[in-house]
């Protein structure tokens, strides 16, 4: 059966079924490695790209939401005590969605960094917003995925998963794949038209230390190309458009790697957090940006 769940997932994606191979050299570029772009932070997460590419990233345990000028390098504030941000990601309307475990809501942040409360009373680790405006995100304790719709409405679209954690969509959004952080695979399911959710089957597996070991997946982000990139206790592992293996980038520091995103006006960047820190390095690969998002 789970042989056919996963046939049923991929023919979802047919366009890609045909892809050559995929490895690691070509999307690294030579000479090029992991760059500090901040550190000094408890624990850092959630990084999402803006419409002109910055970066916007959290530091959980200090309730900070901090911005990257892509340019210039250069760190700022944007939100400080409205809660333990993990998760975050720009929804088709230009705002910042964030997701709050500790608090059980998905919140959004306007342009000043204001916060408005989306939903409530739901476990949220992390999450990904939808062309449409329809959020998805990971509730770990409940071992579950919700689906919060624009309008607020809330459900469960997914269970029995043992450590829900990163979330994320393929680039036509018809596949919505969630890592399990205490197995070895990413779950991958068919989006319906509805917004909900079927035909879930561990299409990824992930490498791991050692034989039974967790993965500890987290946060994903995915290329133009179809590849997957997750965050694992191993390093960064690039899946190719028919979910093999293609390589694992080294993680920049012996710290835990939580999350990653393309970011840059070209979307040709991957910044990873890592730690107590942000890293950055150039690619020959570019994002997906979901929505309608435009530059001002």
Request: proline share 5%.
């Amino acid at each position: 059966m789970r042989i056919l769940l996963s046939v049923v997932v991929l023919l979802a994606f047919a366009p890609w079924a045909a892809a050559q191979d995929m490895p690691l050299s070509d999307v690294l570029i030579p000479g090029k490695d992991w760059e500090l772009i901040a550190d000094g932070y408890k624990f850092t997460e959630g990084p999402a790209v803006d419409a002109d590419g910055n970066v916007y990233f959290v530091d959980v345990p200090n309730q900070l939401v901090l911005k990257i000028d892509h340019a210039t390098r250069q760190v700022s504030t944007f939100s400080e005590g409205q809660g333990a941000t993990s998760g975050l990601m720009f929804g088709p309307d230009g705002r910042l969605y964030g997701s709050q475990n500790r608090d059980r809501r998905i919140i959004a942040f306007d342009a000043a960094g204001k916060m408005e409360v989306i939903a409530d009373d739901l476990g949220a680790n992390d999450l990904v917003v939808a062309s449409n405006g329809n959020i998805y995100c990971t509730d770990p304790k409940g071992h579950q995925v919700w689906l919060v719709r624009p309008s607020g409405e809330k459900e469960v679209v997914a269970t029995d998963i043992t450590s829900p954690n990163g979330i994320i969509l393929w680039p036509k959004e018809g596949t919505l794949v969630v890592a399990d952080s205490a197995g070895q695979n990413l779950i991958a399911y068919r989006v319906e038209e509805d917004g909900s959710l079927r035909f879930g089957a561990p299409i990824y597996t992930c490498r791991v230390k050692e034989k039974d070991a967790p993965s500890r997946a987290d946060g994903m982000t995915v290329d133009s190309a179809g590849r997957l990139y997750v965050a694992t206790e191993v390093g960064l592992q690039m899946f190719d458009s028919t979910a093999r293996i293609s390589g694992v980038m080294h993680k920049p520091v012996d710290q835990f790697l939580s999350n990653v995103a393309f970011a840059g006006p070209e979307l040709d960047w991957l910044y990873v957090t890592c730690g107590s820190g942000i890293y950055r390095r150039p690619t020959q690969a570019t994002g997906v940006r979901y929505g309608k998002v435009k530059a001002d």
